[in-house]
């Protein structure tokens, strides 16, 4: 079983950056891809940002040039740099770890951590 721990949201003014980390028990040769997915009240989770084992990257159109995703290999975390926040992109967000693809059945999913921006 992966164990998968996130950490980092918070409350921050539009404009303005958080750092979400996400510590997994796996080694990321287990793992093919590493993700981030939000969740706003209402709505439906959606992806946020996928890397794979070979570092190659997606993004989501919305956060394009403002989130960036990569992983300390030696610690096995992956981190979302999310730079000019803006209050759409409140919500809760979860780290998804997959042998396979982002959210395949089976894959692994954090407690989540919640990210508020205010106008």
């Known amino acids: 079983q992966v164990r998968v721990v996130e950490s980092g949201g918070g409350l921050v003014q539009a404009g303005g950056s958080l750092r979400l980390s996400c510590a997994a028990s796996?080694?990321?040769?287990?793992?093919?891809?590493m993700a981030w997915y939000r969740q706003a009240p209402g709505k439906q989770r959606e992806l946020v940002a996928a890397?794979?084992?070979?570092?190659?990257?997606n993004y989501a159109n919305s956060v394009k040039g403002r989130f960036t995703i990569s992983r300390d290999n030696a610690k096995n975390i992956v981190y979302l740099q999310m730079n000019d926040l803006k209050p759409e992109d409140k919500a809760d967000y979860y780290c998804?770890?997959?042998?396979?693809?982002?959210?395949?059945?089976?894959?692994?999913w954090g407690q989540g951590t919640q990210v508020t921006v205010s106008s």
């Open positions: 890397l794979t084992r070979l570092s190659s990257t």
């Open positions: 796996e080694s990321r040769f287990r793992l093919n891809v």
């Open positions: 998804n770890l997959s042998p396979a693809y982002a959210g395949s059945p089976g894959s692994y």
